[in-house]
T-cell receptor, first 112, second 113 residues
Framework: DTGVSQDPRHKITKRGQNVTFRCDPISEHNRLYWYRQTLGQGPEFLTYFQNEAQLEKSRLLSDRFSAERPKGSFSTLEIQRTEQGDSAMYLC??????????FGPGTRLTVT | QQPVQSPQAVILREGEDAVINCSSSKALYSVHWYRQKHGEAPVFLMILLKGGEQKGHDKISASFNEKKQQSSLYLTASQLSYSGTYFCGTEHEEGGGYNKLIFGAGTRLAVHP
């Protein structure tokens, strides 16, 4: 068990560009979550998957955000036409159903 | 719907105790506690399910008061390594265990020698 991994760890992009982040969950975990965290706040839920099915997406999430989890393994989070307000730490977590969520190290996004 | 954590910040000397509270306005199915150090990801501490159970390991324990929809995290004989921000994540009862977590804003804990 190598834990949850995320790539890249840091991303600097210009406003208007698209970015994609990857998350590799703990191998036996069937649930995968994406969160966003800004300074001084707790993680804010974005979306989650059970296996390959996306079960819920935050109503706060604009249409510029999309996530996939093909084959129920790794997941990608794409942000299109980035805005400065998208600057944040993007955290991925995985769990077994009804179990604890284990977080990855996060991807810090800076939009200039 | 975000749970309310109190206090917002605590400063302790090594060996002192602290209690962090997490309250919700909605009926809860579970409460999850995490600790996050600066620049790192949140680390899972424990889960409490409705039923008023208490859990603990080492000198960190927690309780869940179902009637009050409140959970408390108890840190006893604090160590320097306890410093960080503590978050509670709550799962509403209506989800029955299949709902997302909603995190509080956190409690910053600093332990000094």
């Amino acid at each position: 068990d190598t834990g949850v991994s995320q790539d890249p760890r840091h991303k600097i992009t210009k406003r208007g560009q698209n970015v994609t982040f990857r998350c590799d969950p703990i191998s036996e975990h069937n649930r995968l979550y994406w969160y966003r965290q800004t300074l001084g706040q707790g993680p804010e839920f974005l979306t989650y998957f059970q296996n390959e099915a996306q079960l819920e997406k935050s109503r706060l999430l604009s249409d510029r955000f999309s996530a996939e989890r093909p084959k129920g393994s790794f997941s990608t989070l794409e942000i299109q036409r980035t805005e400065q307000g998208d600057s944040a730490m993007y955290l991925c977590a995985s769990s077994l159903a009804l179990g604890a969520e284990y977080f990855g190290p996060g991807t810090r996004l800076t939009v200039t | 719907q975000q749970p309310v954590q109190s206090p917002q910040a605590v400063i302790l000397r090594e060996g002192e105790d602290a209690v962090i509270n997490c309250s919700s306005s909605k009926a809860l199915y579970s409460v999850h506690w995490y600790r996050q150090k600066h620049g790192e990801a949140p680390v899972f501490l424990m889960i409490l399910l409705k039923g008023g159970e208490q859990k603990g390991h080492d000198k960190i324990s927690a309780s869940f008061n179902e009637k009050k929809q409140q959970s408390s995290l108890y840190l006893t004989a604090s160590q320097l390594s306890y410093s960080g921000t503590y978050f509670c994540g709550t799962e509403h009862e209506e989800g029955g265990g299949y709902n997302k977590l909603i995190f509080g804003a956190g409690t910053r804990l600093a332990v000094h020698p």
